[in-house]
């Protein structure tokens, strides 16, 4: 089992920058990739970028450029970050973090964060 928390959700200026943290722990060595998705309001999930365990780094086209994705390791703990800039208002959504991860030899699942809310303003 992998359990994954989010942060650094927030109230931004449309133009502002923000930076959205996740962790995840428990099973971290059965973690395949961490990727980042967001819900808009009245809209489905949206893919946003993933990086895999190997670094291989995967994004949708529409928020290449002003999205990155970044990553980091703890001897327990395995960090995704999601750098957002130029943030417009409709950027704003319920962003949550999701750990693909093996649950036996050939089979992996997602787990998922709460999410953290991030509304931008104009």
């Known amino acids: 089992q992998v359990q994954v928390v989010e942060s650094g959700g927030g109230l931004v200026q449309a133009g502002g920058s923000l930076r959205l943290s996740c962790a995840a722990s428990g099973n971290i060595f059965s973690i395949n990739a961490m990727g980042w998705y967001r819900r808009a309001p009245g809209k489905e999930r949206e893919f946003i970028a993933e990086?895999?365990?190997?670094?291989?780094?995967?994004?949708t086209d529409s928020l290449k450029g002003r999205f990155t994705i970044s990553r980091d390791n703890a001897k327990n703990t395995k960090y995704l970050y999601l750098h957002m800039n130029s943030l417009k208002p409709e950027d704003t959504a319920v962003y949550y973090c999701a750990a693909e991860a093996y649950v036996d030899s050939y089979n992996t699942e997602h787990f998922w964060g709460q999410g953290t809310p991030v509304t931008v303003s104009s």
């Open positions: 990086i895999t365990s190997g670094g291989v780094t995967k994004y």
